[in-house]
Nanobody, 119 residues
Framework: QVRLVESGGGLVQTGDSLRLSCAAS?????VGWFRQAPGKGREFLAV????????IYANPVKDRFDLSIDNAKNTVFLEMNDLKPEDTADYYC???????????????WGQGTQVTVSS
């Protein structure tokens, strides 16, 4: 099973950018990003196939977030721009055998990285 480690979270101000990294121990068909704010459920953000051919984004972030892959480092990046206080959450990457928005279809998860956006 693929092991995932996220990094890159932190405290930023409204309008700032952050790049989250998801380092994988191996390859999977797809890697997704999700977030969970306090008291809320896990929210789908984006998913990309490891070959980079297909990617989809959730409506709240599609004009601000961008996925990329460094194949040499087995790492998937989530570039987040124009951050807002409502983006404050724990961010998780996940790997799985299907190109999906559904958390249950991913079988490997990282430990999460916290992002806090101050107003």
């Amino acid at each position: 099973q693929v092991r995932l480690v996220e990094s890159g979270g932190g405290l930023v101000q409204t309008g700032d950018s952050l790049r989250l990294s998801c380092a994988a121990s191996g390859r999977a068909y797809a890697v997704g990003w999700f977030r969970q704010a306090p008291g809320k459920g896990r929210e789908f953000l984006a998913v990309i196939t490891w070959d980079g051919v297909s990617a989809i984004y959730a409506n709240p972030v599609k004009d601000r977030f961008d996925l990329s892959i460094d194949n040499a480092k087995n790492t998937v990046f989530l570039e987040m721009n124009d951050l807002k206080p409502e983006d404050t959450a724990d961010y998780y990457c996940a790997a799985g055998p299907t190109f999906s928005r559904t958390p249950s279809e991913f079988n490997a998860w990282g430990q999460g990285t916290q992002v806090t956006v101050s107003s």
